[in-house]
C-alpha cells in the first residue's frame, strides 16, 4: 500500500468533482472572442469541456491511482 498515491488520487477525485459541480470557476476552455460573438453557445461549450476534464480526472486519474496505491 502506497499512501501517498492514494492522497494524489483522491486529491484528482476533488478536483474533478469541483469541476463537474462548478465548470464556471475553472480553466476557460472557451477563447475570449467566442465569448463576445456567441455567450450562450460559449457557456454551453464551457461546461461540457470542463465537465469532459472533471471526468477524466475523477475517473481515469483519481481512481487508477487509487487503485495502484491500493495493490502496489
Sequence with gaps: MQPLIIVMG???IVVGAV???FPHRMRNYVSSREWQEHPERAERKQELYARAVGVFLMC????MLIFMGLVL
Aim: glycine letters at 20%.
Design 10 to 12: 483522491v486529491f484528482l
Design 19 to 21: 469541476s463537474i459541480r
Design 60 to 63: 481515469g486519474l483519481g481512481f
